[in-house]
């Protein structure tokens, strides 16, 4: 079994779980309330900029094209395609995406943003790699389970979100996974016990994510 292989293996329960998170399953039925919507859009918008920050220092330590056209392509992704799902969030909850940009992260968000900044700041390639392909990658996950399970038509609420990220054709993915292999395969055991706890630790901090959403978490002080 490879690398990638092994760690989805042994992602299966979190994400098991995490699909049936009531946000996830909030998503599916389309019974989120406005609330809920507008802290996952505030708190997603925050985390996708050091999403941004953290693959933009995994150009700074690449030393070949091929990988810095990776992160690159998956950079213009999130600056201008994700919005869109944002939008379709903002649109049922009756608000404007602009107003809920620039707000300071919660408890969850926060760990999960300093996660992957720290991975990205003192970790390699590879540990970049680890840390951030979780995040794509469980939204994959769920996205298409959402298009098998319950099959949207247009007027579902969050059509367009599910669709977005239930029908990524883009291959960056597989791509992410590929490269991983490689990586793995030309390092240590130690480094590839590092990676593999960078991915399971996003892995659960995804979970965290839809949960902070949906209980409305804040600082307690
Ligand atoms: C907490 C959180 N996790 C994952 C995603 C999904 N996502 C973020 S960037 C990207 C594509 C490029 O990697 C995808 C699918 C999100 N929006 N928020």
């Known amino acids: 079994m490879s690398f990638s292989e092994q760690l989805k293996q042994d992602a299966q329960e979190i994400l098991e779980v995490t699909y049936q998170h009531p946000f996830v399953q909030g998503i599916a039925r389309g019974d989120l309330c406005a609330e809920q919507l507008i802290h996952y859009v505030k708190q997603d918008h925050a985390y996708l900029n050091a999403m941004i920050q953290a693959r ?3 150009i ?3 030393d070949n094209r091929e990988d810095m056209e990776m992160f690159h392509k998956s950079i213009a992704y999130v600056l201008y395609d994700e919005g869109r799902a944002h939008e379709n969030l903002c649109r049922v909850a009756g608000v404007d995406y602009a107003d809920l940009q620039g ?3 919660t408890p969850s968000a926060h760990h999960y943003v300093s996660h992957m900044l720290a991975a990205a700041a003192t970790g390699t390639v590879a540990d970049i790699i680890a840390a951030t392909l979780p995040c794509p990658w469980v939204y994959d996950e769920i ?3 959402l298009v098998r399970e319950i099959n949207p038509d247009p007027s579902h609420p ?5 669709m977005i990220y239930g029908n990524d054709t883009s291959g960056a993915i597989d791509r992410y996974f590929a490269r991983l292999d490689q990586l793995a395969a030309e390092t240590s055991e130690a480094a590839r016990e590092r990676m593999r706890d960078l991915f399971l630790t996003s892995c659960k901090m995804e979970y965290n994510f839809f949960d902070m959403a949906y209980r409305l978490e804040e600082w307690p002080v």
Do not use: Q
């Not at 969050?158 to 599910?162: C, E, K, R, V």
């Open 60 to 62: 700074a330590k690449s």
């Open 158 to 162: 969050f059509y367009d979100w599910i």
């Open 103 to 105: 707000f300071p992260l």
């Open 56 to 58: 933009g220092m995994a």
């Open 143 to 145: 996205g298409r389970r």
